[in-house]
T-cell receptor
C-alpha cells in the first residue's frame, strides 16, 4: 500500500523568506503522480502543483516549486517569498495509475505553516 | 468556469439519522471523488464515480454510499449516523483520460457534518 509521510507537523516562517515542506512517499509502481494542496482555515483544498513520476524537470508554478528526488522518493515543496496569505495547512498527495487505483489520492498528514510578519 | 460546489456547507444531525450531501463538479469534469477529513484520521478516500459508475472505493463501511447522475453531479449518503462520522466531507472533480495536470482533482469547499 502506498504511503505519504510529512514529518513536519508545523513550522513558522518569516514573511518574504522561503520555506521547504518535506514529503516522502512509498510506492512500488513506477508510474504515479504527486500533488501539493493548500488548505486554509476555510477548509477548501487548493491545488498548488503537480509532478509526474516520468517528468524530467522539477515542476514550478509561480512561487511554488517542487524538489523531486525520485531515487530518494521525496517531493518537497518550496514556497519562495512567503506571504501572510500562505499561512495554512499543506498536504502532499499521491495518485497511482488508474489501473490500480482509479483517481484515488492518498494524503500525508499535512504541515501547518504560519507566516510571521 | 465555476468551481466545484457542495451543499449544504454545514449540517448538524443526531445519531441514527441519515444524511445526503451533494456535489456539483466543474463543467466538463466527469470524475467525482469524495474524501472524509477528521483530526484523528486525516484525509481518507471514500469513493470515486466516473460516468455514473463507482470506479474505486475506500475502506469505509457500507453505511457510506454514493451515486453519480448523468450530468456528473454526485451525492453521497451516510445512513445510521455515528458520532465518529463528524467530519469535513470534501468532494473533488477531475477530467481523467489524459495524462498530467489535466488529471488534477479540484476540490469544493466541503460540507462540515456534526453528529450529536
Amino acid at each position: 500500500a502506498q504511503k505519504i509521510t510529512q514529518t513536519q507537523p508545523g513550522m513558522f516562517v518569516q514573511e518574504k523568506e522561503a520555506v521547504t515542506l518535506d514529503c516522502t512517499y512509498d510506492t512500488s509502481d513506477p508510474s504515479y503522480g504527486l500533488f501539493w494542496y493548500k488548505q486554509p482555515s476555510s477548509g477548501e483544498m487548493i491545488f498548488l502543483i503537480y509532478q509526474g513520476s516520468y517528468d524530467q524537470q522539477n515542476a514550478t508554478e509561480g512561487r511554488y516549486s517542487l524538489n523531486f528526488q525520485k531515487a530518494r522518493k521525496s517531493a518537497n515543496l518550496v514556497i519562495s517569498a512567503s506571504q501572510l496569505g500562505d499561512s495554512a495547512m499543506y498536504f502532499c498527495a499521491m495518485r497511482e495509475p488508474y489501473k490500480a487505483a482509479g483517481n484515488k489520492l492518498t494524503f500525508g498528514g499535512g504541515t501547518r505553516v504560519l507566516v510571521k510578519p | 468556469k465555476a468551481g466545484v460546489t457542495q451543499t449544504p456547507r454545514y449540517l448538524i444531525k443526531t445519531r441514527g439519522q441519515q444524511v445526503t450531501l451533494s456535489c456539483s463538479p466543474i463543467s466538463g469534469h466527469r470524475s467525482v471523488s469524495w474524501y472524509q477529513q477528521t483530526p484523528g484520521q486525516g484525509l481518507q478516500f471514500l469513493f470515486e464515480y466516473f460516468s455514473e459508475t463507482q470506479r474505486n472505493k475506500g475502506n469505509f463501511p457500507g453505511r457510506f454510499s454514493g451515486r453519480q447522475f448523468s450530468n456528473s453531479r454526485s451525492e453521497m449518503n451516510v445512513s445510521t449516523l455515528e458520532l465518529g462520522d463528524s467530519a469535513l466531507y470534501l468532494c473533488a472533480s477531475s477530467d481523467p483520460g489524459t495524462s498530467g495536470t489535466s488529471e488534477t482533482q479540484y476540490f469544493g469547499p466541503g460540507t462540515r457534518l456534526l453528529v450529536l
